[in-house]
């Protein structure tokens, strides 16, 4: 059973609040920020990440600084990397956002980690999170949770999607 506690009820309004601050942040769209997902984690889980497509549709290179977001209260970079025949994690201070490109936040890859949850996300729930660019500054996107089974659209996929309509 589901329980509605006042914690509960501070989540969804707070990502109530943040769709008009998203349309004033971004007006120009230098960095364009889509696919924001969370994957969905036991209920008693103290850790969560989160995923997101970034373009950069500016001709300098930018980084991403830091996360936060109202359900955590830490929140790292992190990367991924085989060791010793093992998959490893590790935190950067930060992640590039390459010119004229798209930089992708998945599994396995780059990702942001929320540890000590306030609030566990819950599938099909919507929470805020911002992200501080050095040169965008800071963009806030609404963060959607889905199955641990999801997968995001690469790149690639889009670019045959592309290819094939243009045949
Ligand atoms: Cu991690």
Redesign the pocket.
Known sequence: MRKYTFKHFIFVTLALFVTPVLAEHHPKQNLELTQAWSKEVPLTSQVA?AFITIKNHTSTDDELLSVSSPIANKTEL?EHLHQDGMMK?RQVSSIPITANSETLLKPGGF?I?FFDLKQVPELGEIFPMTLTFKNAGRITVNVKVEPATFQAPTSTETEKKHMHHHH
């Open positions: 990440a992190h994690m990702h980690m």
